[in-house]
């Protein structure tokens, strides 16, 4: 089975980040790491090849510092990495992306030979929760499109997917080759190994350009761009509660009714 798996480095989202002055997220000091639901969607792949054997292909869009998150990936499950990196790619929307990760696949398959049973992606990513990427990306390629995944198991050409709803789960199946994005599964990633680590910084990380992946230049870009960021607003800072402990829990509450007719509240 031949896997691909579309990642993206993203700021640490355990950081508190704050905006400059000039209303962009300032992210000086903070650690770029590869996106939550993305490591889900590789840990979902590697158990996968685990199971059924193959390959799994890692692709991420991104400047040279996207390497890191690449080489991560390698350490735990991934078998081929490789960059697209383009001046002209800056400032692509989710389309642009989905455009960029399509032109990618076909110049892997076409070079290897082998075309991909399961692209995974993850649910969104976490700087930018847009989740369109991946659905994208599905009708880009006129492929079956499974959202929202926590588990996958794949027999005789079939992908059989546990989709969580709201009302609760889906078996899914969709025939191969298909697109799947993938949410948070019942385990969690593994930690790369100190061998894996060294393993990794061995293997080899090789760039894609836009000529590289036959893309015309006005197709991907700022220009070429369906959406943009008008502003970016901090979320609401979170106001310290008032304890209330009076002798009884009837004067606790006596005073808490107090408190709201004095606010205006009730």
Do not use: W
Request: charged share 25%.
């Amino acid at each position: 089975m031949e896997i691909l798996v579309c990642i993206k480095q993203v700021p640490d989202d355990s950081a508190e980040i704050r905006l400059a002055p000039d209303g962009t997220p300032k992210l000086d000091g903070v650690a770029q790491v590869v996106n939550a639901f993305d490591t889900y969607a590789l840990e979902m792949a590697t158990r996968l090849k685990e199971a059924v054997g193959g390959e799994i292909t890692v692709v991420s869009i991104g400047k040279e510092s996207a390497r890191d998150a690449l080489k991560n990936c390698l350490a735990v499950g991934a078998s081929h990495a490789y960059l697209l990196t383009d001046p002209a790619f800056e400032g692509s929307d989710s389309l642009g992306k989905a455009r960029i990760i399509a032109g990618a696949k076909a110049k892997l398959e076409e070079t290897s030979g082998k075309p991909f049973d399961v692209i995974f992606c993850g649910l969104e990513a976490t700087d930018k929760a847009t989740g369109q990427t991946g659905v994208q990306l599905a009708e880009m390629l006129c492929l079956p499109l499974i959202t929202n995944l926590t588990d996958i198991s794949y027999a005789d050409g079939v992908v059989t997917a546990k989709q969580e709803t709201d009302f609760g789960y889906n078996l899914i199946d969709a025939a191969a080759p298909c697109v799947v994005t993938v949410n948070t599964p019942a385990y969690t990633p593994r930690y790369p190994t100190i061998k894996s680590k060294l393993a990794a910084k061995k293997m080899p990380i090789d760039p894609l350009s836009l000529e590289e992946i036959a893309l015309a230049k006005d197709s991907v870009g700022a220009e070429a761009a369906r959406t943009r960021t008008v502003r970016f607003v901090e979320p609401a800072q979170k106001v310290a509660g008032i304890k209330i402990q009076e002798e009884t829990c009837e004067d606790s509450a006596r005073k808490a009714v107090a408190m709201m007719v004095e606010a205006k509240a009730l």
